[in-house]
């Protein structure tokens, strides 16, 4: 079963914040989660001292988090599908936490895309197993991303 799912987008100080945001919400227009318990806000420093918005939220009801597994599954992309698929063994930790990165202009612009930047929504699945399993972790995430 998913435990909980936390999503994390960087503002950078050339991104629009609320953008951004409609980004992350994208992400969860078919759980119950709202605006008020929706998106945190840190501020904080780069490198060369540009200000960065971190935002992050956090899915922690069940069916919050199967409505989150269904609404990326079924706005796949076909090739993206295929990739996740290939790359499911890499992308699930021993500490059963499996890994994705969206983008987050194709997000604002309501569609689910997978990437390799650093520039992303990054997710977090955290599976829970009884006893802990590598390998029943692995068939729930087929199972909701497969």
Known sequence: MIYYITLRALAHATEDVFRVKQALKFFVSSTSVRDRELIEELQSEGHHGNPITILS?????????LCFASFVREHFLKE??????????????????FHLRF??????????????SSNAITVKVKIKTYPKSREKA?????EFFG
């Open 80 to 97: 993206d599908l295929a990739r996740l698929r290939e790359e499911m063994p890499e992308r699930l930790g021993n500490d059963q936490v």
């Open 103 to 116: 983008d987050k202009q194709a997000a604002y612009l309501q569609k689910v895309k997978l990437t390799d």
């Open 57 to 65: 939220l956090q899915i922690k009801r069940t069916a919050d988090c």
């Open 138 to 142: 692995g068939a729930i995430v087929e």
